[in-house]
């Protein structure tokens, strides 16, 4: 009875989650370049390559002009290595980085751009790896797979409650969480407001419990904050 009761506040809790931070997104949600609408696949996924472990802000820096420069796959796939480089000094590990982008260029470019439909198909293309193809499915699919990282993690175990295993990839309550926030018709839109409101509002440092318009049912402020 315990467990249906819970189940039952849980769901509650996403509703109220994926309603109120959708309506914060419009408002308040970051404007980044590839997030407009009608760019095409190619510049989606480099995006979401370069967004890997690096601040949003830092790719935005530079990222229209690396796709003025590398307006496709099969630019980047014949580029010069080290004018790859030089736009991605700023986010570390660049001579990796720029061979792993290019080594997926050369793949789509054999694959004439195509990408499969299929989640194995997908997952099956060298150098796309697990994250990629999940945001793949994502924002070019609008499919409910979320992409999550330590700031959706944080918002995620702060609203709800802690998770039980360290490494956020294979935490199933986590992750289980992550698919039903994610499972809406706005799948994209609800998870880059959750980032944005980890970036802006539920900050890992000092979150801004006070001001935040979800604090009333939050496992966080009221087991923490406001006991
Ligand atoms: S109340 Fe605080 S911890 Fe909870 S979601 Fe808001 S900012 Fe994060």
New binding site residues.
């Given amino acids: 009875m315990a467990g249906v009761h819970s189940k039952g506040l849980e769901d509650y809790k996403v509703e109220f989650l994926q309603e109120n931070l959708l309506a914060w997104y419009k408002t308040s949600g970051r404007r980044f370049y590839w997030r407009k609408k009608g760019l095409s696949q190619y510049q989606y996924i480099i995006a979401e390559v370069l967004l890997q472990r690096t601040k949003a802000e830092t790719i935005a820096k530079f990222y229209p002009l690396f796709i003025l420069e590398f307006p496709n796959w099969l630019s980047l796939a014949n580029a010069d290595l080290k004018a790859i480089e030089v736009f991605l000094k700023p986010i570390g590990l660049y001579t990796q980085r720029a061979l792993r982008l290019q080594n997926l260029a050369r793949e789509m470019v054999k694959r004439k751009g195509r990408l499969p439909r299929d989640r194995k198909d997908l997952e099956s293309i060298p150098f796309m790896g697990q994250y990629i193809a999940n945001a793949v499915e994502l924002v070019i699919y609008n499919q409910p797979s979320p992409l999550v990282d330590v700031n959706m993690a944080r918002?995620i175990e702060?609203?709800f409650s802690p998770r039980k295993m360290a490494d956020i990839r294979y935490d199933p309550y986590l992750q289980g969480l992550a698919y039903k926030i994610v499972n809406h018709q706005n799948a994209r839109y609800i998870n880059w407001a959750i980032l944005d409101f980890a970036a802006i509002?539920?900050q890992a440092r000092k979150?801004?419990?006070v001001i935040?318009l979800?604090?009333n049912n939050?496992h966080?402020?009221k087991t923490i904050?406001n006991p």
């Fill in positions: 918002v702060r609203f509002i539920c979150p801004k419990c935040c979800i604090n939050c966080y402020f904050v």
